[in-house]
């Protein structure tokens, strides 16, 4: 069965650190996503990106954060300069056809800022 | 502001019994609802989605009911076994591909 794969599963950084956070979606999807969730807290939408674009992205997605699809396969998620508050689960996520269908979600990424 | 609310932060049930979780919303116009279910340190997985000029959706042991005037969905799992014991967590979609997720219910199914 596709599934959608990120890497690494768990990543710790220092305050002030820049990191990647690595997706492959699933293969004929055309809408990714990435979301977060603070440990105990509710699952969070931060971005998604359609044709090679952001088509919509919430507060949270400051000036710290982009998001690449460099290869037509992979979808990363960078933040610049990582604060302590930035430790979370980073999901990834991808839709066949945008609304009114299900999200295949990843696994995740741990990501612990020290 | 927009609200997203699930019943309660736990449900403990008896194997066999159904379990009936409740999502309420307020300050939206979804335009489709989803349920997904997450094992812990686990990534979302979907159940059912149903839209707004439907009722009621099945699938296998999982009803989903969708109230637009109550600002409510009620999802069911039947004969509910300890294998169900997870996170079920609602989700609006407002059309535009985006959700905006509840906090979740933990469910704990005893046998």
């Known amino acids: 069965e596709p599934e959608v794969t990120q890497t690494p599963s768990h990543q710790v950084t220092q305050m002030g650190q820049e990191v990647i956070l690595r997706c492959v979606p699933i293969?004929?999807?055309?809408?990714f996503y990435w979301y977060r969730q603070i440990l105990g807290q509710k699952v969070e939408f931060l971005v998604s990106?359609?044709?090679?674009?952001?088509?919509?992205k919430s507060e949270i997605f400051d000036d710290q954060f982009s998001v690449e699809r460099p290869d037509g396969s992979n979808f990363t998620l960078k933040i610049r300069s990582t604060k302590l508050e930035d430790s979370a689960m980073y999901f990834c996520?991808?839709?066949?056809?945008?609304?009114?269908?299900?999200?295949?979600f990843g696994q995740g990424t741990r990501l612990t800022v020290v | 502001s927009q609200k997203i609310e699930q019943n309660s932060e736990a449900l403990n049930i008896q194997e066999g019994k159904t379990a009936t979780l409740t999502c309420n919303y307020t300050?939206?116009?979804?335009?489709?609802l989803q349920w997904y279910r997450q094992d812990p340190g686990r990534g979302p997985v979907f159940l059912l989605l149903?839209?707004?000029?439907?009722k009621e959706k099945r699938k296998e042991r999982l009803k989903v009911t969708f109230d637009t005037t109550l600002k409510q969905s009620l999802f069911h799992i039947t004969a509910s076994q300890p294998a169900d014991s997870a996170t079920y967590l609602c989700?609006?979609?407002?059309?535009?591909?985006?959700?905006?997720f509840g906090k979740g219910t933990m469910l704990l199914v005893s046998p």
């Open positions: 996520a991808s839709m066949s056809e945008g609304a009114n269908t299900e999200a295949f």
């Open positions: 293969s004929n999807h055309l809408y």
């Open positions: 990106f359609y044709n090679n674009e952001i088509s919509e």
């Open positions: 300050n939206y116009s979804p335009a489709y």
């Open positions: 149903i839209r707004e000029n439907e």
């Open positions: 989700a609006l979609d407002k059309g535009y591909s985006t959700l905006t």
